[in-house]
């Protein structure tokens, strides 16, 4: 990782893509998320202008716009120690991630031991995921049954 930000491009923004397409803003946002109602010349050249500036729609634009992060949490009610040695949860974690691989959706993973329950549960409910998976050797264990109907995700089925 780099730390030098003075020689940096900024990234490319959805004005710029417009700029260079020769189109408003308005006309490139339909075509970044699929609209079917522009005309198919503006709609080329908003894509050629995409791909020249290899522009990417801003995350956390679509997040506040949208309401979804695209991300699930998996949470492991466990030391971080635990964790990264038992197999049991890098399988976990494999096939998590291999299933959110086949959507739109980013896997992010939290640990939480007793230490601070509370940040874990700010961060959770806090509009920073979509889902929760929470993942426990202890069968008895409802520390965080809280959670259960905070979320609205519906993930597609495996293909």
Same mark, same amino acid.
């Given at each position: ?36 109602? *522009?005309?198919?010349?503006? !709609? ?8 020249? &500036? =290899?522009? $990417?729609?801003?995350?956390? @634009? ?29 399988? *976990?974690?494999?096939?998590? !991630? ?8 980013? &896997? =992010?993973? $939290?640990?939480?031991?007793? @230490? ?44």
């Amino acid at each position: 990782m780099s730390t030098d930000s003075g020689s940096a491009r900024p990234a490319p923004t959805l004005e710029m893509v417009a700029a260079l397409a020769g189109v408003s803003r308005a006309t490139v946002s339909r075509v970044v998320n699929g609209a079917p109602s *522009v005309d198919p010349h503006l !709609a080329q050249s908003v894509e050629q202008a995409v791909r020249t &500036l =290899n522009y $990417v729609p801003n995350r956390a @634009a679509r997040t506040l716009a949208s309401r979804r992060t695209y991300t699930v949490t998996l949470l492991v009610p466990e030391s971080t120690s635990k964790v990264f040695a038992d197999p049991f949860f890098a399988t *976990v974690v494999e096939g998590v !991630a291999r299933y959110l691989n086949t959507t739109d959706y980013m &896997l =992010n993973m $939290v640990t939480s031991s007793e @230490a601070n329950p509370e940040k874990t549960r700010r961060y959770l409910l806090g509009g920073n995921v979509d889902g929760v998976l929470v993942v426990s050797h202890h069968s008895g264990d409802h520390s965080w049954a809280h959670l259960n109907g905070s979320f609205r995700l519906f993930l597609p089925a495996v293909p």
